[in-house]
């Protein structure tokens, strides 16, 4: 039985009762945040601006809408700003309403639960170990005609690795060809700013949605703030009039009109990440009993080869929590994921490792 019940990563209240700590004292290594914290300037514009809690946020969140377009050189009628970027999964599935849709496995937990919520049939597409947890061209084989939808993680929640950016495209031309819409989300890919993604090519393809978060990147999860990006204006607008009025809260919706102008934090972010995640995966990856994988985002997969050991368990007696990956559909209880910290929090997840898996014992690799 899992150790857990939650679905996802960061639950540590959960985490820490079930072995008496307070929540303060766990590291937390099972969601994907940015430990650079929320940016300061967000901070003070937050406190500098509380009497924004004393009036409706502007239905249309116009200024929102604009600043996201502006940032990713589109028409503020191509987006949709929600709370969080859960909210869009479900609104838009709910609107779209597939009857069919595609899954790849292992993939985030929310797309089955939004398809299951409208009754959609649900074909899962395995990715495997063979290969390297990665679709390939088999993936446009299985999109044929039958299909409404797709989603596609990029990169990918929980392996963290990215498709090749030929493959993306191939696959998005290939459900444009088939009448399949493509979801794709890109809640990550903040975290790679090599990749273009798909915003840029919207244009010529109406039937993709893409998907941001800005919970991750910018440390904001209870603040919660996400948007959809889309190129079928009328789609955007049906789905615009769709939902809840003012779902996202006023900080939140001024988060999104500063955010993307603090570059300092932006850059502060990369400079971490590109020391630690290599640092971390070098480390991880000398470990006799774990095998991982080079995920490109702030987190890493990983397979923990020992035997019958319960690896959350183990670290978690010593107050660190991992996101075990036993329920997600297409792996076991073998299988891990960690996200990026700072180096102090690396080093003592690498040093609770080799303390749990020291040297030189019987773990094949
Ligand atoms: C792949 C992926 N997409 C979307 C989300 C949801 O993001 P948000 O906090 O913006 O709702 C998550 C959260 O963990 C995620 O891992």
């Known amino acids: ?14 985490a820490a009762a079930l072995y008496g700590f307070e929540e303060a004292q766990l590291l937390d290594f099972s969601a994907n945040i940015n430990p650079l914290g ?46 969080g970027e859960t909210e869009l999964i479900f609104l838009l599935t709910a609107w779209l ?22 009754g959609c049939e649900i074909v899962d597409y395995p990715l495997t170990q063979a290969n390297g947890w990665q679709p390939d061209d088999g993936l446009l084989k299985a999109l044929t005609p039958g299909l409404d939808c797709l989603f596609l993680c990029t990169p990918n929640n929980p392996t963290g690795l990215l498709p090749d950016e030929a493959l993306i495209m191939a696959i998005a031309r290939r459900c444009g060809d088939c009448g399949i819409t493509l979801i794709v989300d890109e ?9 273009p993604g798909l915003i840029p090519f919207l244009a010529e393809l109406p039937h993709v949605w893409v998907l941001r978060s800005l919970t991750k990147f910018f440390a904001i999860p209870g603040l919660r703030l996400g948007y959809l990006a889309c190129a079928d204006v009328r789609a955007v607008a049906a789905l615009r009039a769709e939902r809840e009025p003012w779902s996202i809260n006023a900080f939140a919706a001024l988060a999104g009109e500063m955010l993307f102008e603090d570059k300092a934090y932006i850059d502060a972010t990369l400079a971490w990440l590109n020391q630690q995640r290599p640092w971390l995966y070098a480390e991880l990856a000398k470990i006799a009993g774990v095998t991982v994988w ?41 299988y891990y994921r960690v996200a990026v910290k700072s180096r102090e929090a690396n080093a003592a997840l690498v040093a609770a490792l080799k303390e749990i898996l020291p040297a030189g014992n019987i773990y094949s690799r």
């Open 97 to 118: 309403r597939p009857r069919r849709a595609l899954l790849l496995t292992p993939g985030f937990a929310e797309y089955r639960r939004a398809l299951q919520k409208t």
């Open 187 to 195: 809640a990550f890919l903040d975290f790679v700013p090599q990749a």
């Open 294 to 334: 080079p995920g490109v985002a702030n987190y890493l997969f990983l397979r923990c080869d020992a035997p019958g050991l319960d690896l959350q368990a183990a670290l978690l007696a010593k107050r660190i929590l991992i996101r075990s990956c036993a329920n997600y559909p297409g792996l076991d209880a073998r």
């Open 1 to 14: 039985m899992a150790l857990l019940s939650s679905q996802h990563g960061g639950n540590t209240r959960e």
């Open 38 to 83: 929320m940016p300061a300037t967000l901070k003070q514009a937050i406190i500098a601006n509380l009497a924004l809690a004393e009036r409706y946020p502007d239905p249309e969140y116009q200024a929102l809408h604009q600043r996201l377009a502006t940032h990713h050189r589109i028409a503020p009628d191509w987006v949709l700003a929600g709370n």
